[in-house]
Structure formats: structure tokens, C-alpha cells
């Protein structure tokens, strides 16, 4: 199977210089081809028969027009600006069609700054490593962080975080055999805990933003105050960009560690599809729910569990896994976000909110019968453990109640 790689390199001041002239060249060619296409709009405007130029445009002329006047690009691989031109073509691409806004300009100097490079082709690939070092076009033998599987592939990207470099590719790896007989699991999604699974298991949330707010607030007021352009300023803005990776590490190696150990260890994870977009409008928990990282973890846990053999399922957002009992399936009334326990008024069931959400995230399946709302168990509550003939009730359900 095709599985990327991302680490860290560990190159030394040539090695960087180098690093940092290609980006300024995928700088300059994107920037440069972006300039042309709005101005090719523009004459659109007054004359129709105006093209857009292509990707294939734009790099002859890049070659016929820049590359003689700007001679530092032979400098570089020539594959930088040519892969800055079709990505900026895909990006206007996406704006046509009102998927993305208009690409801007690129600026210097950002924490940001990337680029391409490929060597060899897809059948004979030339980027080769021996574990510890791997070579790049036109840089040479640059060290890393972490030992990589002794493989050669075509193309990677080279970028930049907070002053630290990293490379990303792709290559063939065998698909792990899946353990036999792994269970089923229900995960719940929270802001309190990272994730309460249907097993008893809780996953605590490590809250970096918030940990690391103080300090962040302190670091960007010093950035403020600094004058721009200044070298004082820029120390500034990389301690704020620093901890601001740090705080993105510490994030992402918690749902990390949950992803691959849901995925590897049961059959079939279950999870809800929350509209993570909607929960960001909501001022007074935005914070809370980006520090989460809720849309990383189901991204991650959608390619783990193909690497793993797995199946990932998602629950109906509009199910009310929170207001169900997961002991009688009693039907209960809306519970606001402070009601942390969950008592039911019908077996007297007493547990935590979330370990009764995620049992009944577990039980759900297509088509379920959701009961309506009621204090007291009726007949038909039966049948929303899913042991009974489902029916589309919880479409009619859903709509007169809101949930």
C-alpha cells in the first residue's frame, strides 16, 4: 500500500541557504504567474477571447520570459517553480468554481515556505536514503531525524515550520496483518476528555492551547511592540511561532496515539459525524473545540483504519446518543452540556455522560428506531438497541425535537 512519510531533517547552514534560496524561487514563480492570470482576467473584461494561460502556459513562458532575465534560477531545481505554477493554477481552479477564495500573493519570510523536488521517474525513482541521510536534487546528503525505511522514491517536499525543516514523500510499504477476531468499539468525542470509548477506556485531553495561552499572549505583545523589520522583532516572531508548533506537536501526538490505537486493536471503530464547521460558530466554545483537533481525528482515523484492515463507521449526527439510556433505552428529555452524569428516570441507571453516549455510539446501526421523548419507558424503546425491526421513526423523531 502507498503510505506518506514526514520527518524532520537536521541540515547544516549550507544545507539550509539552500533550502531557503528554492523556496524563494517557488516564491517568485508563483507570485510571478498569479500577477499574469489577474491580469489576463482584467482583459477579460473588455475582450473575451483573452485565455487564462495554463499550467503548461505559464512554464513556457516562465522559461522563454524569467529564466533568462532572473539567471539564479538555473541555481535551483527546475522542478520548484514549475510544481508552484500548477499549484497555483489548482487554486484558481478551486476559486472558479467557488470552492476557495482568490489565491493571494505569497509573502517573504513567512513560517510557512516550501517546495518540490523530484529526481528519475515513477518506474526507476532517484531520491534514494540509507536510513539516516537521503539525498536531494541539488542539495546533496542531508541528515535525519529519525531512521526512514531504505527506499527510493520520485518526488517529496521539502518545508518549513518555526525555523525547523521537513521533508514529506511517499512510498510502498506491505499492509500489516489484522489481529483476528478485534472488537467493535464506540467513540465519543468530547471537550473534557479527548475521547470516552464505549469500553470504559477514557483518553484525557491534553488542553495545549489553553496550558500555553499565558505565554502565547505574552509573546505576541512582545511581537507588537517590536518595530518591523527589525532583528528584534524577528527573534520575536520566532519564539511565537515556536510555541505555536509546539503546541500543534503536542496536539497531534495524542490523536495520534488514540487513532492508532482504535484502529489497530478493533475491528470496527464507531464514531459520530460531528459538523465540526457548526461547533466553531459557536463563540463561547470555538476555542475549546479547535484545541481538540475533532476534524484531525476523524481524518486520521480514516486512513489508519484502511491501513489497518479496520471499518470505520459514522453515526447519524442528528442521533441522540447522549439522551438515550444505553441500559433500557429510555428516551429522555434534552441534557444541557453542564449535566455531566447521566440518571435515568426509568431504571434509575447512573453513569457518566459520555461512557453512556459512547455505548449507545457502539449499539447504532443504519436505519435504527429512536423512541420519542419521554420520561417514563414505553413499548417501543425496545427497539432502539437495535435488537427489533428498524423503521425511519428517528427521521420523524429528529425533526420534531431538534436534537
Not at 536534487?137 to 527506499?151: C, D, F, M, Y
Not at 528584534?232 to 510555541?243: H, I, M, T
Amino acid at each position: 500500500m502507498l503510505l506518506s512519510f514526514k520527518t524532520e531533517l537536521k541540515p547544516n547552514n549550507r544545507q539550509v541557504s539552500r533550502f531557503r534560496q528554492h523556496c524563494g524561487v517557488a516564491r517568485h514563480a508563483y507570485n510571478w504567474g498569479n500577477a499574469l492570470i489577474l491580469q489576463a482576467l482584467e482583459e477579460r473584461g473588455t475582450d473575451k477571447t483573452v485565455k487564462i494561460p495554463s499550467a503548461i502556459d505559464l512554464h513556457k513562458r516562465l522559461v522563454a520570459e524569467v529564466k533568462p532575465l532572473c539567471r539564479w534560477y538555473y541555481d535551483s531545481s527546475k522542478a520548484s517553480p514549475q510544481q508552484a505554477l500548477a499549484e497555483l493554477r489548482t487554486a484558481w481552479d478551486r476559486c472558479f468554481k467557488k470552492v476557495s477564495k482568490q489565491p493571494r500573493f505569497k509573502k517573504k519570510g513567512v513560517s510557512h515556505d516550501s517546495f518540490y523536488l523530484e529526481q528519475g521517474s515513477k518506474a526507476k525513482p532517484g531520491i534514494n536514503n540509507d536510513g539516516k541521510r537521503i539525498k536531494l536534487p541539488k542539495i546533496g546528503w542531508v541528515r535525519l531525524h529519525e531512521p526512514l525505511p531504505i527506499t527510493a522514491f520520485h518526488n517529496c517536499v521539502i518545508s518549513r515550520k518555526a525555523d525547523r525543516w521537513f521533508i514529506a514523500f511517499k512510498c510502498e510499504i506491505e499492509k500489516p496483518v489484522p489481529a483476528p477476531d478485534r472488537p467493535t468499539i464506540g467513540v465519543d468525542i468530547g471537550i473534557k476528555t479527548l475521547a470516552v470509548c464505549s469500553n470504559g477506556q477514557v483518553f484525557d485531553n491534553p488542553k495545549a492551547y489553553r496550558r500555553m495561552s499565558r505565554k502565547m499572549k505574552r509573546l505576541q505583545r512582545r511581537v507588537s511592540k517590536r518595530v518591523k523589520g527589525s532583528k528584534n522583532r524577528n527573534k520575536a516572531v520566532s519564539k511565537l511561532a515556536k510555541l505555536h508548533l509546539k503546541v500543534s506537536n503536542i496536539r497531534k501526538d495524542a490523536i495520534h496515539k488514540l487513532t492508532t490505537y482504535l484502529a489497530k486493536k478493533h475491528g470496527e471503530v464507531i464514531i459520530e459525524d460531528l459538523h465540526v464547521k457548526a461547533f466553531l460558530k459557536n463563540h463561547k466554545l470555538a476555542g475549546a473545540v479547535a484545541d481538540c483537533g475533532m476534524y484531525e481525528f476523524k481524518r486520521q482515523l480514516e486512513y489508519k483504519t484502511q491501513k489497518f484492515g479496520s471499518k470505520l463507521t459514522l453515526v447519524d449526527r442528528f442521533f441522540p446518543s447522549s439522551q438515550i439510556c444505553s441500559s433500557c433505552c429510555n428516551h429522555r428529555h434534552k441534557m444541557p452540556l453542564k449535566v455531566r452524569v447521566f440518571e435515568c428516570p426509568n431504571c434509575g441507571n447512573v453513569q457518566d455522560r459520555d461512557l453512556n453516549a459512547a455505548r449507545n455510539i457502539e449499539r447504532w446501526f443504519e436505519g435504527i428506531c429512536v423512541p420519542e421523548r419521554s420520561e417514563l419507558a414505553v413499548s417501543s424503546t425496545v427497539a432502539a438497541c437495535g435488537v427489533d425491526k428498524p423503521d425511519n421513526s428517528h427521521v420523524v423523531a429528529t425533526k420534531e425535537t431538534g436534537s
